[in-house]
């Protein structure tokens, strides 16, 4: 071992970054100990300064623990690193680390306690504190909840800052000239002399000597990276075809293997013929597993196609077989004992729906899949005293507990590399994949086994989206939006995405209600009720979550109450909503979008309000009624995220965003039939193509206080305001998704 | 059988009926061509046999006649074809992974129209799937590379 | 002459891995005055049953040259999705050509949902030949107009059934598809016999 590495194994360690206090005075303190995972790997002559910065004779590596699934993640994580450390992104690389309890999502949690994001009130904040440590107990590092700006602003850049300072009191040493007349740039300390020591030379000395625990962050004014365009790290790789995605990843002596689980998701194997699959070419082995059966070959396609040759006897679904089924349950889960939540309940709903002119309209929402254009993938190698698995999870943590539990080795004896994926919104949260190679892996002690899921088999094994119902009563008085109460069924997506991995979560599942109950409108009579549907078919976490459902629910009838009370469908948003900075998210989209002005024969606009992972988004958009149907033609969208980190980056995930929202909503659906998903491919979910994208304007505001981010907020505003828009243009409501059942789309 | 790609001539074992996209992934360790769908549905397994544009996933490898371009053939980083740097300048990529093909639905269409309209590009360019929604980005880089084609 | 040889492929009933093979039938020419006109009609409407089949109509759509789909996985028949067209080109060399998906090849159909090949370009029917959502009426006075039908007569239109691989995969789709109904050679039959009555076509 090199002695660096010694020096660094025995001193350098700053701990899990956690901010103790003196926030006042714009000092971070940190807490030391813990334990800095970067150091059970280290090679000979690496420094790990901090757990997020490493630095060994080629250079200085950032650790970027958020996964990056198509959001730019690393890239973000690293400028905000990089920020601070005074190295530019051109300077450095990015590793997305080891599993370690020390990269905990400190901001996930916010989201899951039951207090609205504007309520920064003291409760708020105690409670969210309370969550903050059953995260971190757990470990949870979880790439999600569009929580990896709000978790790393500052932890990140505190990282780098202490990584800076301890460079510099490495410098002093080394030179003798005090710290306070150093400087720092581009990955080097400056001397008054005009000379420079690189943090790759200075690194030996900075791991011998106690690091700087106490750091002041520097001013927005003062920032080279943060709030300006940048290019994204991977953008090169991503434009030549030289990335390597979890479908990619190679290893000397590897086979590859391919799976077929019961399509009733979650139900037993009873049996199998692999007769016509055993001589197929190049086939090595066929093995069951929980639920289905893997096969081994060397090549993916041979795999795939002795997969298709076998022939099996599924058990029977355990959630209902057809969608009747389905919809009946959540129609019967409106009732008391499942109430879930209450949490909004201003007024009194029942004089005010008493008193006549009462509007009713129920809402549905499908089964939607995820379906990230890379099947999921993992590759897993076991030996007798350690595991290693490759894959593109939003989990880490997860993985490595769960192949630790089923292999019986220790945790730190299972070594999960985390690679880049091919999309996600959700479907990496689920690690089912690794599961099952590491089942298929167990058959071939020492050989890289890598499993591939066919879209097909991926399509129906999605734990899609959870199916919804919405039920709203409410009554406009002398123009005014009076009375608005909304019940939401649904089964509990938390539950079931957690229950698969052997543990629950305490208290009511916000997620029922999120993107309802905590939108900020005064209206007199206000109440949103949760009601928990029954378990039906296993279901995850999609891109927004609850509010994918709940705002189109929310918002569609708010816009039919105003539209009963005669009232502008802008303006009266606009009256009814007490909160300062998504009452101007709605005024800038507004003024975007020139709201009022005349769009002409067979065009019409509607507006759409959501404030979800603490984003008030507001989306208008314009469609025309041609002969061939619906056009969207443009959509504007205003967002409130307190700072805007990457300009570039945020136009591409807003308008990403919008088109996710309003592509699942005019065609996709999960249907089941016999118990198996009807869709098995992008033939019959499709999605948005890129002729039918409108053009898309985007505005971030920097009002609030809290930086937040972006990667779901657009997704849950823009199927309401494509509805309203329809309604508006063709005066017909559409209250079911996919809104193609209804109304055709050019 | 013999194989032409990027320039290089390949001697593969395979069946015929393969598809050429398993055999560039997983024979030839060649994964710019992504699996998407396996049916010709989403466009990112897209490569190109004499300049045309091909889905590998439906080409059997029996089938194929002539020399086969993939992303990595096309252009490089440090050598980038002016699709690739358009897509690089307007930063197109979210998680990429259908880039690829589009870039080479891309670069096969502008080969026969440097200077379409927006209507020819949403033509040429609906075919190949995005699931993150860069389409607002493709149709900028597609003019952009087109106009630096035409002035080449 | 009275007898024609037509080197046809000769279409299996489609099993999920059968793949057409070569073979010669004959078929007999109907001799002059042998059709009645009510006879020929008769054999139009199943002429028409062909025609207006989505293994047919779906690329004979004219001049907009957007191809449709239908089938049990698209619910109701639907333009060809990705925006596509085949141009004036027919094989949409001026966007994406119908061949970057329909790959030239003989192996046959099988995937479920792929997109169909045969050994031939694949293409769309020429605009004049514009049956989609047309009457029986309508594609009869087409089919009888050389100005509208390849400038044939009605023994050269059979012809024409023998050369057109596209064609013959109506009749052995694959991948779960419907084909059309009866066969090949009941439909060149079916032609001739129309074209021997005198291509009568029904009215209204």
Request: charged share 25%; proline share 5%.
């Given at each position: 071992m090199g002695r660096v590495a010694k020096i660094a194994r025995r001193t350098f360690l700053v701990g899990a970054v956690a901010i103790a206090g003196g926030v006042a005075f714009g000092y971070y303190m940190y807490r030391r100990p813990a334990r800095n995972p970067l150091l059970d790997n280290l090679a000979e002559d690496e420094v790990a300064l901090t757990e997020y910065v490493r630095i060994d004779g080629d250079g200085i590596t950032l650790i970027t623990p958020r996964t990056d699934l198509g959001q730019g993640a690393y890239s973000i994580q690293a400028a905000l690193i990089a920020e601070e450390l005074d190295v530019e992104l051109d300077q450095v690389k990015v590793d997305p680390g080891p599993p370690s309890p020390a990269y905990y999502n400190t901001a996930l949690s916010e989201e899951g306690a039951p207090f609205r994001s504007t309520d920064e009130g003291f409760m708020a904040e105690s409670v969210r504190g309370v969550m903050d440590a059953l995260m971190k107990f757990m470990g949870m590092q979880v790439t999600g909840g569009s929580t990896s700006v709000p978790d790393g602003y500052q932890k990140l850049r505190v990282a780098g800052a202490v990584a800076r300072e301890t460079l510099k009191q490495a410098a002093s040493q080394k030179s003798g000239v005090p710290v306070e007349q150093l400087k720092t740039a581009r990955g080097a300390v400056q001397l008054p002399d005009g000379s420079e020591l690189t943090y790759?030379?200075?690194?030996?000395?900075?791991?011998?000597?106690?690091?700087?625990?106490?750091?002041?962050?520097?001013?927005?004014?003062?920032?080279?990276?943060?709030?300006?365009?940048?290019?994204?790290?991977?953008?090169?790789?991503?434009?030549?075809?030289?990335?390597?995605?979890?479908?990619?990843?190679?290893?000397?002596?590897?086979?590859?293997?391919?799976?077929?689980?019961?399509?009733?998701?979650?139900?037993?194997?009873?049996?199998?013929?692999?007769?016509?699959?055993?001589?197929?070419?190049?086939?090595?082995?066929?093995?069951?597993?929980?639920?289905?059966?893997?096969?081994?070959?060397?090549?993916?396609?041979?795999?795939?196609?002795?997969?298709?040759?076998?022939?099996?006897?599924?058990?029977?679904?355990?959630?209902?077989?057809?969608?009747?089924?389905?919809?009946?349950?959540?129609?019967?889960?409106?009732?008391?004992?499942?109430?879930?939540?209450?949490?909004?309940?201003?007024?009194?709903?029942?004089?005010?729906?008493?008193?006549?002119?009462?509007?009713?309209?129920?809402?549905?929402?499908?089964?939607?899949?995820?379906?990230?254009?890379?099947?999921?993938?993992?590759?897993?190698?076991?030996?007798?005293?350690?595991?290693?698995?490759?894959?593109?999870?939003?989990?880490?943590?997860?993985?490595?507990?769960?192949?630790?539990?089923?292999?019986?080795?220790?945790?730190?004896?299972?070594?999960?590399?985390?690679?880049?994926?091919?999309?996600?919104?959700?479907?990496?949260?689920?690690?089912?994949?690794?599961?099952?190679?590491?089942?298929?892996?167990?058959?071939?002690?020492?050989?890289?086994?890598?499993?591939?899921?066919?879209?097909?088999?991926?399509?129906?094994?999605?734990?899609?989206?959870?199916?919804?119902?919405?039920?709203?009563?409410?009554?406009?008085?002398?123009?005014?939006?009076?009375?608005?109460?909304?019940?939401?069924?649904?089964?509990?997506?938390?539950?079931?995405?957690?229950?698969?991995?052997?543990?629950?979560?305490?208290?009511?599942?916000?997620?029922?209600?999120?993107?309802?109950?905590?939108?900020?409108?005064?209206?007199?009579?206000?109440?949103?009720?949760?009601?928990?549907?029954?378990?039906?078919?296993?279901?995850?976490?999609?891109?927004?979550?609850?509010?994918?459902?709940?705002?189109?629910?929310?918002?569609?009838?708010?816009?039919?109450?105003?539209?009963?009370?005669?009232?502008?469908?802008?303006?009266?948003?606009?009256?009814?909503?007490?909160?300062?900075?998504?009452?101007?998210?709605?005024?800038?989209?507004?003024?975007?979008?020139?709201?009022?002005?005349?769009?002409?024969?067979?065009?019409?606009?509607?507006?759409?309000?959501?404030?979800?992972?603490?984003?008030?988004?507001?989306?208008?958009?314009?469609?025309?009624?041609?002969?061939?149907?619906?056009?969207?033609?443009?959509?504007?969208?205003?967002?409130?995220?307190?700072?805007?980190?990457?300009?570039?980056?945020?136009?591409?995930?807003?308008?990403?965003?919008?088109?996710?929202?309003?592509?699942?909503?005019?065609?996709?659906?999960?249907?089941?039939?016999?118990?198996?998903?009807?869709?098995?491919?992008?033939?019959?979910?499709?999605?948005?193509?890129?002729?039918?994208?409108?053009?898309?304007?985007?505005?971030?505001?920097?009002?609030?206080?809290?930086?937040?981010?972006?990667?779901?907020?657009?997704?849950?505003?823009?199927?309401?305001?494509?509805?309203?828009?329809?309604?508006?243009?063709?005066?017909?409501?559409?209250?079911?998704?996919?809104?193609?059942?209804?109304?055709?789309?050019? | 059988m013999r194989l032409n790609v990027n320039g290089n001539t390949h001697e593969v074992d395979v069946e015929e009926d393969m598809p050429l996209l398993w055999v560039l992934r997983d024979e030839l360790g060649i994964t710019g061509p992504k699996y998407g769908c396996g049916i010709a549905q989403c466009g990112a397994c897209t490569v190109h046999v004499d300049g045309m544009a091909v889905r590998s996933c439906q080409l059997a490898v029996g089938d194929v006649d002539g020399e086969i371009t993939t992303i990595e053939g096309l252009g490089t980083p440090d050598a980038l074809h002016a699709v690739q740097a358009a897509w690089v300048e307007h930063q197109v990529a979210q998680c990429g992974y259908c880039q690829s093909g589009q870039i080479m639905a891309a670069a096969a269409f502008l080969d026969l129209n440097d200077d379409p309209s927006d209507e020819e590009i949403d033509r040429a360019m609906s075919a190949n799937l995005c699931r993150c929604g860069t389409y607002p980005r493709i149709r900028e880089a597609v003019k952009t590379a087109a106009a630096n084609l035409r002035s080449a | 002459m009275k007898t024609k040889i037509f080197g046809l492929i000769v279409l299996l009933a489609a099993t999920a891995t059968a793949i057409a093979a070569n073979e010669t039938s004959e078929v007999t020419m109907p001799a002059e005055g042998s059709v009645s006109v009510e006879e020929g009609l008769e054999a139009w409407s199943r002429v028409y049953e062909v025609a207006s089949h989505p293994r047919c109509s779906n690329c004979h759509t004219g001049e907009s040259g957007i191809p449709m789909w239908s089938g049990p996985s698209y619910g109701k028949t639907r333009p060809h999705g990705m925006n596509i067209s085949a141009g004036e080109s027919r094989i949409g060399a001026e966007f994406v050509t119908c061949g970057t998906c329909h790959i030239k090849t003989d192996r046959g159909n099988t995937v479920p949902h792929a997109a169909p090949m045969v050994n031939m370009d694949w293409q769309l029917a020429p605009a004049e030949a514009d049956w989609f959502g047309k009457s029986s009426r309508e594609i009869c006075e087409q089919l009888r107009d050389p100005e509208r039908n390849g400038g044939r007569t009605w023994q050269e239109l059979a012809e024409h059934l023998d050369h057109d691989l596209i064609l013959h995969w109506a009749w052995n789709p694959g991948g779960g598809r419907e084909p059309a109904p009866y066969s090949l050679l009941e439909h060149i039959d079916d032609v001739l016999a129309w074209g021997v009555a005198g291509m009568p076509c029904p009215q209204g």
């Open positions: 790759v030379e200075l690194a030996p000395i900075a791991a011998g000597i106690d690091p700087v625990t106490r750091v002041a962050l520097r001013e927005p004014a003062e920032w080279r990276l943060i709030g300006k365009p940048m290019q994204r790290l991977d953008i090169l790789a991503k434009s030549t075809g030289t990335t390597d995605y979890g479908i990619d990843f190679q290893i000397d002596g590897m086979v590859h293997a391919t799976v077929k689980i019961n399509p009733h998701q979650g139900s037993e194997l009873n049996g199998f013929d692999a007769s016509a699959a055993e001589s197929m070419r190049g086939v090595k082995g066929i093995y069951p597993i929980k639920g289905g059966v893997g096969v081994v070959a060397d090549n993916t396609w041979r795999a795939m196609q002795a997969a298709n040759a076998i022939t099996f006897d599924w058990a029977p679904a355990k959630y209902p077989e057809q969608m009747d089924g389905h919809w009946e349950a959540l129609a019967n889960s409106f009732n008391e004992e499942q109430i879930e939540s209450r949490d909004r309940d201003d007024g009194d709903v029942e004089i005010g729906v008493a008193e006549g002119n009462l509007i009713e309209a129920e809402y549905r929402v499908p089964y939607v899949a995820h379906a990230p254009l890379e099947p999921i993938t993992a590759i897993v190698k076991l030996e007798d005293d350690r595991a290693d698995v490759w894959t593109a999870t939003q989990m880490p943590r997860f993985v490595q507990n769960n192949v630790a539990k089923m292999t019986g080795l220790e945790t730190e004896n299972v070594h999960v590399h985390v690679l880049m994926a091919g999309g996600s919104f959700g479907h990496r949260l689920e690690d089912e994949v690794v599961k099952q190679a590491v089942e298929i892996a167990g058959n071939m002690k020492g050989t890289p086994v890598k499993l591939t899921y066919s879209r097909e088999e991926d399509m129906i094994h999605d734990f899609p989206r959870q199916i919804a119902m919405g039920r709203g009563r409410g009554r406009a008085r002398d123009g005014k939006v009076d009375t608005f109460d909304l019940g939401i069924a649904m089964p509990s997506v938390i539950s079931s995405q957690m229950g698969r991995q052997d543990f629950s979560l305490p208290g009511p599942d916000s997620q029922i209600v999120a993107g309802a109950w905590e939108q900020p409108f005064a209206i007199p009579n206000y109440r949103v009720t949760g009601y928990r549907a029954p378990e039906l078919a296993p279901v995850s976490s999609w891109r927004s979550v609850g509010a994918s459902s709940n705002a189109f629910f929310h918002d569609c009838f708010l816009d039919e109450l105003i539209h009963a009370a005669g009232a502008d469908p802008l303006e009266e948003r606009i009256r009814l909503c007490w909160h300062d900075n998504s009452r101007k998210v709605l005024e800038a989209v507004g003024e975007m979008s020139d709201w009022g002005s005349d769009l002409g024969e067979n065009r019409g606009r509607g507006v759409a309000f959501c404030m979800s992972f603490g984003v008030s988004t507001a989306e208008v958009v314009e469609v025309t009624n041609t002969e061939d149907g619906i056009k969207i033609d443009k959509v504007y969208v205003a967002a409130e995220v307190g700072r805007v980190v990457d300009p570039i980056n945020f136009d591409n995930l807003v308008k990403g965003g919008v088109v996710w929202g309003l592509g699942h909503a005019m065609n996709c659906e999960i249907t089941y039939s016999e118990g198996k998903a009807e869709q098995t491919n992008f033939h019959d979910f499709e999605g948005m193509r890129l002729y039918q994208c409108p053009e898309i304007e985007v505005r971030g505001l920097e009002n609030g206080d809290k930086i937040r981010g972006i990667g779901e907020p657009p997704v849950p505003p823009a199927a309401p305001a494509l509805a309203n828009a329809i309604f508006a243009t063709t005066g017909q409501r559409i209250r079911e998704m996919p809104f193609n059942k209804h109304i055709d789309f050019v | - | -």
